[in-house]
């Protein structure tokens, strides 16, 4: 079946770096945009990134640009979020998504994943 895995979270500290990768299973995603959000202890799933398929536009959270990229590889279907300068307030889990079409509304988006954890300590 239709299965989005992330991977590469874990612990760091401000100011570190994570890599983030999502990889797909059961289909490929030719055609799909993709996104990662997070969501920390308590709060709603927010958006943190997203990137056309064609990889010719991408688009970030106020919250972390310049700090995060996202990126593809349409070969292998693999879509990555670098994390640098990582702050406390990045705490969260992560998670990957793929939508038909690019949209704000997280119901609207097809596929999930199960979220990776991204705990940035002081």
């Known amino acids: 079946q239709v299965q989005l895995v992330e991977s590469g979270g874990g612990l760091v500290q401000a100011e570190g770096s994570l890599r983030l990768s999502c990889a797909t299973s059961?289909?490929?995603?030719?055609?799909?945009?993709m996104g990662w959000f997070r969501q920390a202890p308590g709060q709603e799933r927010e958006f943190v990134a997203a990137i056309r398929w064609s990889g010719s536009r991408t688009y970030y959270a106020d919250s972390v640009k310049g700090r995060f990229t996202i990126s593809r590889d349409n070969a292998k279907n693999p879509v990555y979020l670098q994390m640098n300068s990582l702050k406390p307030e990045d705490t969260a889990v992560y998670y990957c998504?793929?939508?038909?079409?690019?949209?704000?509304?997280?119901?609207?988006?097809?596929?999930w994943g199960q979220g990776t954890q991204v705990t940035v300590s002081s």
């Open positions: 059961g289909r490929t995603f030719s055609g799909y945009n």
């Open positions: 998504a793929a939508a038909l079409v690019l949209t704000t509304t997280l119901k609207d988006w097809n596929f």
